[in-house]
């Protein structure tokens, strides 16, 4: 399988773990934490330095 294509919601926060928790307040459910970056995804969501 190839992936062509990310969707995402980018939201910026000062305190990620306020913001974690506000999200969490309201019903949603963290499902883990983890990091994406590289050329690849530069190009997949149109931004330089993600």
């Known amino acids: 399988m190839t992936i062509r294509r990310?969707?995402?919601?980018?939201i910026v926060v000062d305190d990620l773990a306020a913001a974690i928790e506000f999200f969490v307040e309201l019903g949603l459910e963290l499902q883990g934490e983890g990091s994406v970056e590289?050329?690849?995804?530069?190009?997949?969501v149109g931004l330089d330095g993600v």
């Open 6 to 10: 990310m969707d995402h919601v980018g």
């Open 38 to 44: 590289g050329r690849w995804v530069d190009r997949v």
